[in-house]
């Protein structure tokens, strides 16, 4: 089995060396986890330190307003879209109606899923991606009525994420305490991988932790990890290195 290394300090090990190659993974949890910069650390480091290209999709949040937030990490990531070893395609706010003065968006007319694909496969083509971020899942259902139509639209885009041959990640919002890792209850059986990000609130020293809820062909850790947002952008440590920290 050939992995892909996501370039997330310490999450590499806990997934025998990284994600199974072609394979997709959902990044699970509650609002402000870190599902964001975790997927976006994926692609970035990808391009720039494998030579990887990526797409990432993004349907929450504006395009711009996250290169600004990701040069907080350091993260430059106009200069990797300007040698084509990324792109961002914005779904934010085509969603609403509102057209995009982004070089990759969707068409104001209509969200559709379809449009959707056809302009992800596109530009995968075009850059010769490797590794694809879909944020989020939620947010693809936001015009769609019936739940049935979005769990054919989740299964319609991992086959085509797959039939592409890219490593992908899509993200979904869960609530703490939540029984289920995505929101349409089809999600963590289509992919290969789920990545579950909690955040424990106050109090303690680690509040936030990552664990690994299943890797398909993987030999995975089945502890929670303790996950840090650092001024590189996230690190998982081993239980162990927590305390001896102390
Ligand atoms: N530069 C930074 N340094 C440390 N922590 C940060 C930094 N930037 C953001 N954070 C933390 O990360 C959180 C946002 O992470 P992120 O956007 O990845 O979450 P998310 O799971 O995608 O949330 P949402 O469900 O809202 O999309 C912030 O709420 C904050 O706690
Ligand atoms: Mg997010």
Known sequence: MN??????????????????????????????????????????????????????????????????????????????????????IDGSIAKLGIPSEEEFSLPVTGFDIDKLLLETMRIIKRIGAKRVVIDSIPALGFNFKDENEVRKAILKLSYMLMRSGVTSI?????????????????????????????YMGVGTQSNRTLHVRKMRATNHSEDLHPLKIGKKGIEISKIEDEYNDV
Not at 35 to 52: H, N, P, R, V
Not at 175 to 190: F, N, T
Request: hydrophobic letters at 35%.
């Open 170 to 198: 899509m993200t979904s919002e869960v609530a703490e305490g939540d029984q289920r890792y995505g929101k349409y209850g089809v999600e963590e059986y289509v992919v290969d991988g789920v990545i579950v990000l909690h």
């Open 3 to 88: 992995r892909v290394k996501t370039g997330i300090k310490g999450l590499d090990t806990l997934v025998e060396g990284g994600f199974p190659k072609g394979r997709s993974v959902l990044v699970s949890g509650g609002c402000g986890t870190g599902k964001t910069i975790l997927s976006m650390q994926y692609i970035y480091s990808g391009a720039k330190d494998f030579g990887e290209p990526g797409v990432y999709v993004t349907l929450d949040e504006r395009p711009d307003l996250l290169r600004e937030d990701c040069l907080r990490f350091g993260w430059d990531l106009a200069k990797l879209e300007d040698k084509n070893l990324m792109q961002i």
